[in-house]
Nanobody, 117 residues
């Protein structure tokens, strides 16, 4: 089965940093566009950043300059370095392909990020 396991979330003060990791398994993802998504309580899921197979990167305006997405050479690990975190960044963070919704690919458990003083 195709699975995503996100980790690295936690409680952090405003201005702090976290590094999220995503372990993808079940298929080779090296040629797929991968993305980090987030969903705050009561809000719609949004795309935070995506990284192309050739390592091209696009960020949402809300995180540009603060977050950095990366992936390893094999494409099985995807990372999100989050700096200068704001309370508005509080959400459950997920990794998935971009676009999401590929056959046989579902959402993982996500990792919770809480930014609060």
């Amino acid at each position: 089965q195709v699975q995503f396991v996100e980790s690295g979330g936690g409680l952090v003060q405003p201005g702090g940093s976290l590094r999220l990791s995503c372990a993808a398994s079940g298929v080779s993802f090296s040629s797929y566009i991968m993305g980090w998504y987030r969903q705050a309580p009561g809000k719609q899921r949004e795309l935070v950043a995506r990284i192309f197979g050739g390592a091209g990167i696009i960020y949402a305006d809300s995180v540009k300059g603060r977050f950095t997405i990366s992936r390893d050479g094999a494409g099985n690990m995807v990372y999100l370095q989050m700096n200068n975190l704001k309370p508005e960044d509080t959400a459950a963070y997920y990794c998935n392909t971009y676009p999401s919704g590929m056959a046989g690919v579902s959402w993982g458990q996500g990792t919770q990020v809480i930014v609060s003083s």
